[in-house]
């Protein structure tokens, strides 16, 4: 069952088409991967999914609603988390604190019980912790819990913004490069988790990604795109060989 | 040694340890055993730090958490300052005046905060002072409200005991409402509103995508500090017993700014620092200005330039204020001597450079 499509989707940004017109659906539970070169549109479409970018033309249907008019701080109460390419973390903050913002939009105190700290809004606040608390033992982030996001080395924060993700507890998520700037091992330690994100947690995940093993490992599906159309869509496999891709990728 | 925390409930209570509950009550206590010894000039003077202690508050929520500059703040106190003059002259009760001070100038922060939506840095920061300079001429043109270049004498009410007119009634006042704004700052800080003040400073368009409304939180972060800002006016009324327009200018707001930067920009406690420090700069210059070498002491502009200096130098060498300096220093002596030197000294930052645009 299709859990997220796009149809026909369309954003040109004056003269450059960085994504020209594509269709696609997501069922649900799957790994879905979009690779492609550096400018493809792969970005584009992530900032499209999140609202940050109004389409020029076509559709968004996330379990068959239409959402491409929400606005931005919309998208993750409906169910939609995303990470970004070059982490969007809160630097100023601890760990802890940039997990519980993911709980945000679960938040339904008003401003003024927030004011008063009411005795529902401290609740609240112990439930949310929980839920972080959890997302935490399962990205092994005890030890950094309470450290400021400016003082953990890059690979700790690629893994904090999974887990912000995680903390909206999304049915969809959406993972821009999740590997990029990491070694052998700390990209294993993403596929397993993004494994068990898909397994365990029934998270269907929409994955941009560059390191083809990573892709082959762990998604159903695999998307090619350049100047942003299709280039191709099936298995790892099947994409790996189309002659158009592998054009695209030897720059031809 | 760090406290170890048992439970999450316990990370939610305004002051978890003991050490900070001792510190707190050894504070009020002090702030009440005052008076009792205190001469009238120097009450007069502490209530002032309380008042700008208040408005530290309110600024440190805009700037220091939600990371929007404001050049502004003077005119959100006027406005606090004027509404609770004039209705006070008008007969209308202390208890009703002050706090329509405080929220007309959260309008004020509505009217500048929904415009400047879409501003940062320096926009902003030029957005704000002529939002600032703006007030600043209604207070002198409107005349028939504000008494324009005239001024405008502040009546007296009294509060219960409180005479409002003596040092000492003002003193208890301003402390009392130091006490009450910040408790709701820091209930707003432990709450999922602060954590998304702190998520706009952090990174906008993640903000966004963890369901904040920026649009929303942003002017609400303007009308909380505007508020807070007014209310500090009200008091601040009865310190000068006479308001003129030219109180509530630039220099003014330029002192808030310093306020916050030297106190520690992201602690409540820095806006108390910053009030008691920018309260006794001018006190130390009065001593100081016969024994200065060159005339330096009698200079024009001495003052002004004084307070730029610092900020400047404050920015540079110590960011993080005295807040930030002294919580080094605790931590120094609860580490010791296991302290490393680098324990304060970030993690070399990654690139922004493919953000979205
Ligand atoms: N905000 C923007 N304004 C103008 N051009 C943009 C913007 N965002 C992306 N582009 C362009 O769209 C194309 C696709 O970019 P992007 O989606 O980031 O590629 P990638 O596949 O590497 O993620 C590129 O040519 C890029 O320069
Ligand atoms: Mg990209």
Redesign the interface.
């Known amino acids: 069952m299709s859990l997220f499509a796009v149809e026909d989707l369309a954003l040109h940004f004056g003269g450059i088409r960085a994504v020209d017109g594509i269709s696609f659906d997501v069922r649900d539970g799957e790994v879905f991967a979009i690779i492609g070169p550096n400018g493809a549109g792969k970005?584009t479409i992530f900032?499209l999914i999140?609202r940050?970018y109004q389409p020029t033309s076509g559709r968004l249907i996330f379990r068959g609603q239409d959402i491409t008019r929400r606005?931005?701080?919309?998208?993750?109460?409906l169910g939609i988390?995303?990470t970004?390419?070059?982490?969007?973390?809160?630097?100023?903050?601890t760990l802890l604190?940039n997990l519980?913002?993911?709980?945000?939009?679960h938040?339904s105190?008003s401003?003024l019980s927030?004011?008063?700290?009411t005795p529902a809004?401290?609740r609240a606040?112990?439930a949310h912790?929980?839920r972080a608390?959890e997302v935490i033992a399962f990205l092994g982030l005890e030890r950094h819990r309470d450290r400021l996001i400016?003082?953990?080395?890059?690979g700790i924060?690629k893994v904090v913004e999974i887990g912000?993700a995680l903390c909206?507890d999304p049915r969809l998520l959406l993972l821009d490069e999740p590997s990029s700037?990491l070694n052998v091992e700390e990209t294993q330690e993403i596929a397993a988790w993004i494994d068990e994100i898909r397994g365990t947690l029934g998270v269907t995940v929409i994955m941009v990604e560059h390191d083809m093993s990573l892709v082959s490992a762990v998604s159903d599906r695999v998307m090619a795109l350049n100047y942003g159309r299709i280039l191709a869509l099936g298995t790892a496999a099947e994409v790996q060989r189309d002659p158009e891709v592998v054009r695209a990728y030897l720059g031809g | 040694m760090r406290p170890i925390r048992t439970s999450y409930a316990q990370d939610l209570t305004l002051l978890p340890t003991t050490g900070s509950r001792v510190r707190v009550a050894l504070v009020t206590g002090v702030a009440l055993a005052i008076p009792a010894f205190a001469g009238e000039f120097y009450l007069g003077e502490l209530a002032a730090v309380f008042i700008f202690a208040i408005a530290g508050v309110g600024m440190m929520l805009l700037s220091g958490y939600t990371g929007l500059v404001s050049l502004g703040q003077a005119a959100f106190l006027g406005i606090g300052a004027y509404t609770n003059a004039v209705l006070l002259a008008r007969g209308v009760p202390l208890i009703l005046s002050l706090p329509s001070g405080a929220m007309l100038a959260g309008l004020a922060g509505v009217a500048i905060g929904i415009p400047t939506l879409r501003m940062s840095g320096l926009y902003l920061a030029i957005a704000t002072l002529a939002f600032g300079s703006i007030v600043g001429t209604i207070f002198q043109k409107w005349e028939g409200v504000t008494g324009g270049f005239g001024g405008f004498p502040v009546v007296s009410p009294t509060l219960g005991p409180l005479i409002l007119d003596s040092p000492r009634g003002l003193y208890f006042l301003s402390l009392a409402m130091l006490g009450l704004v910040l408790l709701v700052a820091a209930n707003i800080l432990r709450s999922p509103l602060g954590r998304s003040l702190v998520a706009i400073h952090g990174s906008e368009i993640s903000a966004q995508s963890m369901g904040v409304n920026l649009a929303v939180t942003k002017t609400l972060s303007f009308a909380i500090s505007a508020a807070i800002t007014g209310l500090a006016g009200g008091l601040f009324a009865h310190y000068v017993h006479f308001l003129a327009p030219d109180s509530f200018d630039l220099v003014l707001s330029i002192q808030f700014v310093t306020m916050i930067v030297v106190g520690g920009l992201g602690s409540l406690s820095g806006a108390i620092y910053g009030a008691i420090f920018i309260r006794l700069l001018p006190q130390g210059i009065a001593l100081l200005r016969d024994d200065l070498p060159l005339g330096i002491g009698h200079m024009p502009g001495l003052e002004p330039s004084l307070f730029g200096l610092i900020l400047v130098l404050f920015i540079i060498f110590e960011p993080q204020g005295v807040a930030g300096r002294l919580s080094k220093i605790a931590h120094y002596w609860s580490a010791f001597p296991l302290h490393r030197r680098a324990t304060f000294q970030r993690q070399k930052s990654y690139t922004r450079s493919e953000r979205v645009r």
């Open positions: 970005t900032n999140s940050l606005p931005p701080h919309v998208v993750a109460s988390a995303r970004f390419q070059n982490i969007e973390l809160f630097a100023n903050a604190q519980l913002i993911g709980r945000h939009s938040v105190a401003i927030q004011i008063l700290y809004v401290r606040e112990i912790r929980g608390e400016a003082d953990l080395p890059y924060r912000r909206i700037g």
